[in-house]
């Protein structure tokens, strides 16, 4: 899909919270990097990192 859209113009790829996915398996975080370098020069891949804020509110 990725390829295919990116025929039409730039694109941009946000991947949210990654990290969590790819921390359990390394076999999807050598999977993704092998296709993050076979991505087109004009996607722009953005991933975002959240961080869990365990204090509570007074």
Same mark, same amino acid.
Do not use: A
């Given at each position: 899909?990725?390829?295919?859209? =990116? ?20 076999? =999807? ?30």
């Amino acid at each position: 899909v990725i390829t295919t859209e =990116s025929k039409n113009g730039p694109l941009i790829l946000f991947l949210k919270d990654m990290e969590k996915s790819l921390i359990l398996n390394s076999d =999807s975080c050598t999977s993704l990097k092998h296709k993050l370098e076979k991505l087109p020069d004009n996607v722009v891949v953005i991933g975002s990192h959240t961080h869990m804020d365990n204090r509570k509110e007074k």
